[in-house]
């Protein structure tokens, strides 16, 4: 029978995909006989789903059994490894076993090792928000997938608008193609006009920052939070930024010429825009963007501890934009 794991901290993605498998494998009609999600929390979960997957289907179609979110990539026991060795290679052809995994899968693990034998792996991870060309070919897909038309501008537009925020993707695109439900294609100013743009403010707010612009670079976190972007989302769109900005200028600096070294130490994916990239850390000093990334780090780990988002956003940005303002 068909197993798969589909792993990563894309939640929505994740979901998108859970639904789409349930939606190709199930007869609608007897879904509720024939589909069955097993939380993490129940007792023996996994002993469950695998005795839900030895059951035959009622009337049509497949049968689909959901293991939501397990643990079993965590820990496993020696019993439950023998178990799953045993039952795995015997499950019906026509019943399909999911497992979701929210987070990173341990490839060291005997349990991972044993499942790679009879699944099919999917990851379901965020794009970091640096990888620009990922973002754009992640917006391009989805677009065409929802029927949306946009020009090349239109969809660069978009990715700058979203960043890595799945949900939002999908939700921005649903909203399009109600305002041109005709199917006419969408540039740029359509996007800009109905799409709000917070990443592209939190990249507004590190130019500001490197500036050591203190009283704009506070004004742009406070348009941020009032538009409700989580802070850590705003501190993740910064921290690639300036690793950005660091890499470029380290190979700038060690006399590295051939912009297509330099894209790919930075881990940018279109050589063509380290030619932007060296115009903007050209004024900026190394030392004060080797000292940001350490302050941007403790403000994430702050974040994370449940500290007062504005008050310590504000703290770190002063904090930064003072290297750049004695430089």
Known sequence: MPIYVYWG?????????????????????WISFNYTEVLPDQPGSVMEAL????????????RLVWLVNTGLFQQASGSLLAELERTLPVLLTSSVLLLTVAGKLDQRLKVTKLMQKYAEFREFSLIPPWKTDLLLQRV???????????????????????????????????KLVLYHPDGEVLN??????????????????AQAIA?????????????????NEPALRIV???VGQFRTWLWVKLMVESGERDDRQI???????????????????????????QRTLPLLLSLEWGLKQGRAEREILQTHIIQICQLYRKS
């Open 9 to 29: 901290d894309d939640e929505f993605a994740m979901q998108q995909g859970v639904k789409q498998l349930r939606d190709r494998l199930l007869d609608p009609n």
């Open 51 to 62: 005795n839900e997957a030895m059951t035959p289907p009622f009337g049509s179609g497949n």
């Open 140 to 174: 391009e897909e989805v677009a065409s997938q929802q029927g949306v038309k946009l020009t090349k501008r239109g969809a660069e537009v978009l990715s700058q608008s979203v960043g890595n925020d799945t949900r939002r993707l999908v939700n921005e695109l649903q």
């Open 188 to 205: 740029d100013q359509d996007v800009e006009q109905l799409v709000v743009s917070n990443t592209q403010t939190s990249l507004e707010l």
């Open 211 to 227: 500036k050591g612009q203190v009283d704009r670079s506070l004004t742009l976190i406070e348009g941020l939070l009032h538009r």
């Open 236 to 238: 993740a769109t910064l």
């Open 263 to 289: 894209a790919q130490a930075a881990e940018v994916a279109n050589p063509k825009r380290v030619y932007f990239l060296k115009q903007q850390v050209r004024s900026l000093p190394f030392a004060s963007l």
